[in-house]
């Protein structure tokens, strides 16, 4: 198992799990994606035997990216990573990947001075896989932001220091 940098031949499939997982996720086309990797500071793949296994998508503060979850983050803190989207592939599931790839952000967000990771997860309709891993990974509730009468989300953050 690697973890790398995406590239342009990574593109297809890294939508196709985004709309797999569109319940828990905002969907993306490509060239929302492709915006959204651009503005991104990090986004990697996981690869296993030739295949992407799970993608990961993060973003800094500062940045014009139109999110009310992301926003939340910008407004109260200087300084972070922002996980804002990691799909595993449901073939790959329960082998660690998410892991992997929380403990190559907290290495790599540390190595870069950034003192927390941010992210969000439904808790209206609930995505309890999700909070449960971020309980287990040390992630504590810092708000709930309700989006509408049928989507609530946890605001959850990471201290690295």
């Known amino acids: 198992m690697i973890i790398r940098p995406v590239e342009s031949k990574d593109i297809d499939t890294i939508l196709e799990l985004n709309e797999k997982s569109v319940?828990?996720?905002?969907?993306?086309?490509?060239?929302?994606?492709?915006?959204?990797?651009?503005?991104?500071?990090?986004?990697?793949?996981?690869?296993?035997?030739?295949?992407?296994?799970?993608?990961?998508i993060g973003l800094t503060q500062g940045v014009a990216y139109e999110s009310i979850n992301y926003a939340w983050f910008n407004n109260q803190y200087k300084a972070f990573f922002y996980v804002d989207r990691i799909v595993v592939s449901d073939q790959f599931r329960g082998q660690g990947i998410a892991s992997k790839l929380y403990e190559y952000v907290s290495k790599w967000a540390h190595e870069q001075a950034l003192p927390h990771i941010f992210a969000e997860i439904d808790v209206l309709p609930p995505n309890t896989p999700s909070l449960l891993f971020h309980q287990k990974f040390g992630f504590k509730e810092l708000e709930l932001l309700k989006h509408h009468e049928h989507k609530m989300v946890s605001l959850q953050g990471l201290t690295l220091v």
């Open 23 to 56: 319940k828990v996720l905002s969907p993306l086309n490509r060239p929302a994606l492709l915006g959204l990797i651009e503005m991104s500071i990090l986004t990697v793949v996981v690869e296993e035997d030739h295949q992407v296994a799970g993608f990961l």
